[in-house]
C-alpha cells in the first residue's frame, strides 16, 4: 500500500505561507494514528491524501496510483476513503438513501451500493435508524452515519479526519473495536486528539508539527519518550507532551 507523499508543498494563497512544505513521508501499511497540535496540518494532509486538495508542487501516490492523474483518479478515489472533519449531509435522505448515495459516487453501482449500505451502517450500531431521515439525527448519531459512508464501497485506504468527535464513550469504543476488525483487511490512517487506546487499536504514530513530521515509529517506541515518573494512565500524553513540549492535542 502504502499512502506516499513526495515533495508536497501545499499552500491555501499565494500570499499565505505553506501549510506542507516540501514533505517527504511514507505511511506504513496497518493502523495509523495521526497527531499533532491545531494548525499542524493534519487536516490538509489527509484531504491531500484524499485527493479532495492538490498540493502546487510533489506528488501524492497510493501505490502506482496518484493523486493528481485525471485517467487514474476515478480509480484512486475508489480504493481511497475520506471522513472530512465536518462531513456533510441531506438532511431529506435516509440513513441507507445517504449511504448507499456515497457510495455510488464512489463507483459502485446503484443496486451494488444499495445493498452494501445496511452492513456499513449495521458497523457503526444505527441499523434501529436506517428508515430514518438524516437530518433527524443526533450530532453523534450523523458522525458514526459519516464513518459508514467511509466504509460503504470497501475502500482500501481509510482517512479518518477527527471521527470520535462528538461520540460518547460508548461509542467511542465501539469505533476502536472496529478499527481493530479492519487490521488486515483495510489501512487506516486516523487524525484524532484522543489517544486514550493507542496500544489496542494503531500499529504507527505520525506526530505532525508545522506541517513536517516530528515523530514516525511504532505505539512502544512513542510510549518510550514519556517521563518516567508518570502515572500508567498518561504515559502516552506524557510521549506527546515530551516531543512537543507543552503544545496541547
Known sequence: MPLHYQSCTFRYSRRTRPVIDRLDLSFSPGNTVLLG???AGKSTLLALGASASSPQEGKVRFGELRSTNSRTLHDYRRKVSWLPQRASFLPGMTCQEH????????GMRERE?????????????LTAKI????????????????????????????????????????????????LVELRGN??????????????QAFDEVVVLENGSPRFQGGVAEFES?????????????????????????
Request: cysteine-free; overall charge negative.
Open 37 to 39: 497540535p491545531n494548525g
Open 99 to 106: 449511504v448507499a448515495y456515497v457510495g455510488w459516487l464512489k
Open 113 to 125: 451500493a444499495w445493498r452494501a449500505a445496511p452492513a456499513a451502517i449495521e458497523r457503526v450500531g
Open 131 to 178: 428508515k430514518d431521515k438524516v437530518g433527524t439525527l443526533s450530532g453523534g448519531q450523523q458522525q458514526r452515519l459519516a464513518i459508514a459512508q467511509a466504509l460503504v464501497h470497501d475502500a482500501e485506504l481509510l482517512l479518518l479526519d477527527e471521527p470520535t468527535v462528538g461520540l460518547d464513550p460508548n461509542q467511542r469504543r465501539r469505533f476502536h473495536d472496529l
Open 186 to 199: 483495510v489501512h487506516v490512517i486516523v487524525s484524532t486528539h484522543d489517544i486514550a487506546d493507542l496500544h
Open 225 to 249: 519518550y514519556a517521563d518516567l515518573e508518570s502515572v500508567p494512565g498518561r504515559r502516552l500524553e506524557s510521549a506527546y507532551s515530551a516531543l512537543l513540549g507543552s503544545v496541547e492535542l
